[in-house]
């Protein structure tokens, strides 16, 4: 058994007045559910099993302008890979 801190896991979370926008902005939004309930349902499993494994979850909130200024400035397409690297990052921000 160690002793090490549990690891902070940044998990993109979405508004419900902001899910519309964020899923037209994504070049994958193919793979973002169709609907904000089907989205948040598979999330919060998520976020359980992520808890049930040890990991301290955060949820980061994705705010589609701040999301998209982001991405413009780190050169990045917002899709799958950014907004993982974007929950990291502000996860990341938390503990610092």
Known sequence: ?????PRRIGLPWYSREDYPRIRAMMTDRHNLASTYEA???S???NETVGQQAGLLIARIMIEPDAFASWCEE??????GKAR????AEMSARITA
Do not use: C, K, R
């Open 1 to 5: 058994m160690t002793d090490a801190p």
């Open 39 to 41: 989205w948040l349902a």
């Open 43 to 45: 999330a919060e499993n």
């Open 74 to 79: 780190q050169g990045l397409e917002p899709d």
């Open 84 to 87: 993982t690297t974007y929950a």
